[in-house]
């Protein structure tokens, strides 16, 4: 692994535990980047007018086969999990008094977006109480469920969660929700290249993931995978030369939110270079050592904390990132205090009233980084007031 650790282009002069925010680009896939914008800009018109959605179209198969979807034109690229939210949440056919059921640990904006439309349409967002410490997959569905309504037409869950880094059990989920003609809406930002992804198999309606985060591709790629069935529901957010196109394709999906205006979807064309570089790399077994990393070290941070684990210890729950509950009186002051004095990128995130602390962990990690955060956190307990125990 060490000499992977030069791929990157991250400053070396700081702890960079926060993968989960936004992935780091290895240099070849920068340089690749770098390759498609002087492409554009070497001929924009043709690039973005013509050229532009064949290389789309061939990213789109490279990323179709690397997440198991059967076909390519089922995926369009967007530039954030949230985008694909919304284009969902947006035009979602609700009525007043439906539902969607959510757990309430989902990502805040994705929680924001589902309440304002749902407000809009008079409907309830559902936030459905889960239990932590999570004991098992079975009691955690279960109380999941719980809060179905007969007026629930569909769900919304994290594949991994985002400020509690737990890995949900979604195919079982999804099967049930589908065995009650629910429809199936899983935001799986954390999920590609964390978690064996195979999109064909999950029975999931729609499936919004990142390719910035764990896949290492540029900033502002993701993706949103929806089944034939419901990519009716789909409307575009920008509506442009996609909508009664001059020269549709055989896609009304792909034309409504491929062609939304001039943006530079350079990016897009890097995935697959990131494929490349993680099957050149044996990133499987790249991401093993890295969970047995995340797993084997967090106890001292219980410890230190004086806290307890939220889900049992395994890599049933737990990825490549794991959140630690911290008592903390100020987490965005801790926060900047540890990147500012310490030079340790990590963030401190609220749920509720709770407030974790989530370390990620990547090829470039070693326990230099997680010794450094000990000691940090350490000598804080030691001179501030910052974090109780």
């Not at 980047?33 to 554009?40: A, G, M, S």
């Not at 969902?88 to 056919?93: G, H, L, R, W, Y």
């Not at 969660?161 to 890995?167: E, F, H």
């Amino acid at each position: 692994m060490n000499n992977l650790k030069e791929q990157f282009l991250l400053n070396k002069d700081i702890h960079f535990l926060n993968f989960g925010s936004f992935g780091a680009t290895p240099k070849p896939i920068f340089e690749n980047y770098q390759q498609w914008q002087r492409l554009l800009e070497a001929e924009p018109v043709q690039f973005m007018a013509f050229d532009g959605y064949e290389y789309l179209a061939t990213s789109r198969a490279a990323l179709a086969n690397y997440l198991h979807c059967p076909d390519k034109d089922d995926l369009v690229y967007i530039t954030s999990p949230t985008f694909g939210v919304n284009v969902i949440a947006k035009s979602f056919p609700l009525e007043e008094g439906d539902e969607i059921l959510a757990t309430n640990i989902e990502y805040g904006a994705c929680d924001k977006t589902w309440e304002y439309y749902c407000e809009k349409k008079k409907a309830t967002y559902r936030r459905q109480p889960i239990t932590l410490p999570i004991t098992d997959k079975e009691t955690f569905i279960a109380e999941f469920f719980e809060g179905l309504r007969p007026n629930t037409k569909a769900i919304f869950i994290s594949h991994i969660t985002s400020a509690t880094a737990l890995i949900f059990p979604v195919k079982e989920i999804c099967a049930i929700a589908k065995s009650k003609g629910l429809i199936t809406i899983v935001d799986g930002a954390h999920a590609p290249a964390q978690v064996e992804l195979n999109i064909g198999e999950l029975m999931a309606d729609f499936y919004i993931g990142a390719c910035h985060k764990w896949m290492m591709a540029p900033k502002g790629c993701s993706f949103l995978y929806a089944h034939k069935s419901v990519q009716y529901i789909c409307e575009p957010l920008v509506v442009s030369w996609g909508y009664k196109a001059a020269k549709p394709s055989h896609s009304p999906f792909l034309d409504y939110h491929q062609m939304i205006g001039t943006r530079d979807f350079s990016a897009f064309l890097a995935v697959p270079t990131c494929i490349l570089f993680m099957q050149e790399n044996n990133w499987n077994a790249v991401s093993k050592k890295c969970r047995e990393m995340v797993l084997t070290h967090a106890q001292p941070f219980y410890d230190l904390l004086g806290t307890k684990p939220i889900s049992p210890l395994t890599s049933e729950w737990i990825g490549q990132m794991i959140s630690i509950p911290i008592k903390t009186t100020n987490p965005e002051v801790l926060q900047r205090k540890l990147f500012v004095d310490y030079k340790i990128e990590i963030p401190l995130m609220r749920q509720g009233d709770d407030v974790y602390m989530r370390y990620s962990i990547n090829v470039f990690n070693s326990m230099e980084n997680l010794e450094a955060l000990y000691k940090a956190l350490e000598e804080i307990m030691k001179t501030s007031s910052l974090i109780i125990k």
